[in-house]
């Protein structure tokens, strides 16, 4: 009923959605550097309002705030009161454990204005999820931990989704969204973005999520199925070393095992992305990175394996199969097209 209730009066009135986004996580801003090499649809395109009735959106990132100090932190009250409806809240950074923080206090945003103690991140998670239209766990640490969650870590770091618990949700109903990567990949922040902003506006359809939480429309492809070397792989041509073009999966690219769209939507306006510019895919979207994928630079064995099979046996084969009917059939043009005395094109004649 709340939910409707939201919905009806965002699209009546062209309120705006407000998107809190928390850089105070355990991470390094690049989620938030990233997102200003969007192009499809740009950052500028969501804040100006890019699709005809969306409601107009209002962004605090503590990374492109004009203000400073409690005129900066303001929002951030405003939401933990309820007085700033609706709002996205997105989290940058993976969730410290403060229960073994020792005497301290591992991250932090803001001060509380009658004690002047710093308000830990997990404190404002608290006070803004029930409160928040929607949950967006921004990059792989805070999706699922990341690097700052590696085996041995001291801060007991975790995702947003392991924080809250399972089934977590927002107050529309809208479960925790997680868009991994390291950083995520810029349109698919926007794109996000705006596919949240739709949905809550009552505009568009909610985002279909995997078990991982990751909305399939740009996770449901592993990089392996979408790179453009993978024709040369299918033909067993591998690199043994950088920059001859080929297959990397020998110098240790996971591309085969990994769900991402990086190769087909390139970096930064299609152009760019990790294999397609030679640098082999380390994994950085999973939900196990990075532990399960060092060390990066070395190939397993099923991935030595894979190019072993398919570059003695499988890949010759097909190329020999392939040749053979391009030398004799498909690289040539058909054989009655020739000046000749006689007509060879097979046409019987009527005259
Ligand atoms: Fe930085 Fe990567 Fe963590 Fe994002 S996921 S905050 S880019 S370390
Ligand atoms: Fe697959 Fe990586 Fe080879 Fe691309 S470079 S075809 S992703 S193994
Ligand atoms: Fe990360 Fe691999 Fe995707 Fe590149 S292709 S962004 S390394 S998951």
Request: aromatic share 8%.
């Amino acid at each position: 009923m709340q939910a409707e209730f939201i919905r009806a009066q965002a699209r009546k009135d062209r309120r705006p959605i407000h998107v809190i986004w928390m850089t105070s996580g355990l991470g390094c801003d690049g989620d938030s550097i990233s997102m200003t090499a969007a192009t499809n649809p740009s950052l500028e395109d969501l804040l100006r309002g890019c699709m005809p009735g969306m409601p107009p959106l209002i962004m605090y990132n503590p990374m492109f705030a004009y203000e400073t100090g409690e005129d900066f932190m303001r929002p951030w009250h405003e939401a933990a009161a309820g007085r700033l409806d609706p709002f996205i809240l997105v989290l940058e950074g993976s969730v410290p454990n403060e229960d073994v923080n020792g005497e301290g206090h591992w991250a932090a945003l803001g001060c509380d204005p009658d004690t002047g103690e710093p308000i830990t991140t997990s404190t404002w998670i608290d006070r803004l999820v029930p409160k928040a239209a929607a949950l967006l766990a921004m990059g792989t640490c805070a999706a699922y931990g990341g690097i700052p969650a590696m085996r041995n870590n001291p801060t007991g770091a975790m995702g947003l989704r392991d924080y809250l618990g399972a089934g977590a949700e927002s107050h529309l109903g809208i479960p925790v969204i997680n868009l991994p990567g390291c950083p995520v990949q810029p349109d698919n922040v926007t794109q996000t973005l705006l596919s949240l902003v739709l949905q809550i506006a009552g505009m568009g359809p909610a985002l279909d999520l995997d078990e991982q939480g990751r909305p399939v429309r740009i996770f449901g492809r592993t990089v392996h199925e979408i790179c453009d070397r993978a024709g040369l792989a299918e033909n067993g041509k591998f690199s043994s070393e950088y920059g001859d073009g080929r297959c990397m999966v020998k110098l240790g690219c996971k591309g085969p095992v990994v769900k991402c769209n990086v190769p087909v939507r390139g970096w930064v306006n299609g152009i760019g992305g990790c294999p397609n510019v030679g640098g082999i895919c380390m994994a950085c979207t999973m939900p196990g990175f990075p532990d399960a994928y060092v060390p990066f630079m070395d190939s397993d064995r099923a991935a030595k394996a894979y190019a072993t099979t398919a570059r003695v046996s499988y890949g010759p084969i097909v190329r020999f199969l392939r040749a053979q009917r391009m030398r004799h059939d498909l690289d040539v043009e058909p054989r009655w097209r020739r000046r000749a005395s006689e007509l060879t094109s097979g046409y019987q004649r009527h005259w």
